[in-house]
């Protein structure tokens, strides 16, 4: 069956240190997204990408990066620049343009110690 | 104001109870997604809707475009129901469709 994989489901990491969460699906979307979610908040927008090799900043990429070099693919690194890496990461994908069905992977709990 | 409300924030109930869960938003929308997300964190997609009704075993969602309103019902409810509810609503954009999400509610279901 198609869908996204997120993995893996729980992650620590030392502060300072960067980190890159996996993202990938098999539905050939072309856009994908990543979120922030903090605790009593809506998940926020931090990257997405509507196509291969292009990507866009969200609300709140500050202390993030991504890459999108292929079309199922769109990891995010949480580097550390990124002041409070602790939250869970979701990520989501659409076919794009005026389709509006996204799939959603499970997400990614980002523990910094 | 958030463009996504959703009410209420928390909400306990005990089993076998109907629970309702509303979700309120101020902008043009293509379709609304319901997400159910568990303790531990893992997201689980419930319904998407465009307009009308959409039924799932024990889950009913409803949507009604003019009023800008949707509602996620739970019959006969059970501990295993227990997680955060999330909606999230899509709009289409010349750069592509975008979703904003509301905060969530807290359902617990007590045995």
């Known amino acids: 069956d198609g869908g996204i994989t997120q993995s893996p489901k729980y992650l620590f990491r030392k502060e300072g240190q960067n980190v890159t969460l996996s993202c990938e699906q098999n539905l050939n979307h072309d856009a994908m997204y990543w979120y922030r979610q903090d605790p009593g908040q809506g998940l926020r927008l931090i990257y997405y990408?509507?196509?291969?090799?292009?990507?866009q900043k969200g609300d709140i990429a500050e202390g993030y990066s991504v890459s999108r070099e292929k079309k199922e693919s769109f990891p995010l690194t949480v580097t550390s620049a990124q002041k409070n890496p602790t939250a869970f990461y979701l990520c989501?994908?659409?076919?794009?343009?005026?389709?509006?069905?996204?799939?959603f992977g499970s997400g990614t709990r980002l523990t910094v110690v | 104001k958030n463009e996504v409300e959703q009410s209420p924030q928390n909400l306990t109930a005990q089993e076998g109870e109907f629970i309702t869960i509303n979700c309120s938003y101020s902008v043009g929308i293509s379709a609304l997604h319901w997400l159910q997300q568990h303790p531990g964190g893992g997201i689980v997609s419930l319904f998407m809707?465009?307009?009308g009704k959409k039924k799932h075993g024990r889950l009913i969602a409803t949507i009604n475009i003019q009023e800008k309103h949707s509602s996620l019902h739970i019959t006969a409810s059970h501990p295993r129901d227990s997680a955060v509810y999330i909606c999230?609503?899509?709009?289409?954009?010349?750069?592509?469709?975008?979703?904003?999400f509301g905060e969530g509610t807290q359902l617990t279901v007590n045995p």
């Open positions: 999230a609503v899509v709009r289409l954009e010349t750069s592509g469709s975008r979703l904003t």
């Open positions: 989501a994908s659409t076919k794009g343009g005026t389709y509006y069905g996204y799939t």
């Open positions: 809707l465009s307009s």
């Open positions: 990408s509507q196509i291969v090799n292009d990507f």
